[in-house]
């Protein structure tokens, strides 16, 4: 199984802060990984597909890249909505794996 | 509007069964994978398992945590996805969300049901 290991498991930032989350695969993966926000009580939502594509109506803010086995979520301008846990998946083979999470707090 | 919509969940005890089902609109069901991924209470994802379209034969995939208990089903008639959860665990205690598998976006999840409780114990 292909193991995803996200940093950090959290971390604390303002308002208008850069914040940048890592996934690394065990193996290498293509591009075949995308990004989801999750706030509590809902369904996660895809805010990147294929490593760096931009899901149709996410903002500009959230930008994703990488390639074979280190991946990179960047949030730009921290907004207040964007408070939440973020999860990478990977999509290569079987079974699809998730990273641990990372709850971005206000600080 | 895509929409899927679950069902089906609701407290058992250990070695039960339970059969979700997840009701789709708003989309051509039948030309999408469709998964099942859960999430125990206050933990991550996991992905649960697959249910190949037609022309892939219907073919299944699983999570060795839920390989030989659980079966995923689809009636495309209907628009429906099933997830036949037997020898239930307290172990599967989770939200069950089903999810489109896009197919011309990465095969990635991107539309989500809001998810049903399953709650496993005696």
């Known amino acids: 199984d292909i193991q995803m290991t996200q940093s950090p498991s959290s971390l604390s930032a303002s308002v208008g802060d850069r914040v940048t989350i890592t996934c690394r695969a065990s193996?290498?993966?293509?591009?075949?990984l995308a990004w989801y926000q999750q706030k509590p009580g809902k369904a996660p939502k895809r805010l990147i597909y294929v490593a760096s594509s931009l899901q149709s109506g996410v903002p500009s803010r959230f930008s994703g890249s990488g390639s074979g086995a280190e991946f990179t979520l960047t949030i730009s301008s921290l907004q207040p909505e964007d408070f939440a846990t973020y999860y990478c998946l990977q999509h290569n083979s079987y079974p699809l794996t998730f990273g641990g999470g990372t709850k971005v707090e206000i600080k | 509007e895509v929409q899927l919509v679950e069902s089906g969940g609701g407290l058992v005890q250990p070695g039960g069964s339970l059969r979700l089902s997840c009701a789709a609109s708003?989309?051509?069901?039948?030309?999408?994978?469709m998964d099942w991924v859960r999430q125990a209470p206050g933990k991550g994802l996991e992905w649960v398992g697959r249910?190949?379209?037609?022309?892939?034969?219907?073919?299944?995939e699983y999570a060795a945590s839920v390989k030989g208990r659980f079966t995923i089903s689809r009636d495309d008639s209907q628009n429906s996805l099933y997830l036949q959860m037997n020898s239930l665990k307290t172990e599967d205690t989770a939200v069950y969300f089903c999810a489109r598998v896009s197919h011309t976006e990465g095969y990635s999840f991107d539309f989500w049901g809001q998810g049903t409780m399953v709650t496993v114990s005696s």
């Open positions: 708003g989309l051509t069901f039948s030309d999408h994978y």
């Open positions: 249910v190949r379209k037609r022309s892939n034969s219907y073919t299944t």
């Open positions: 193996q290498g993966i293509r591009n075949d």
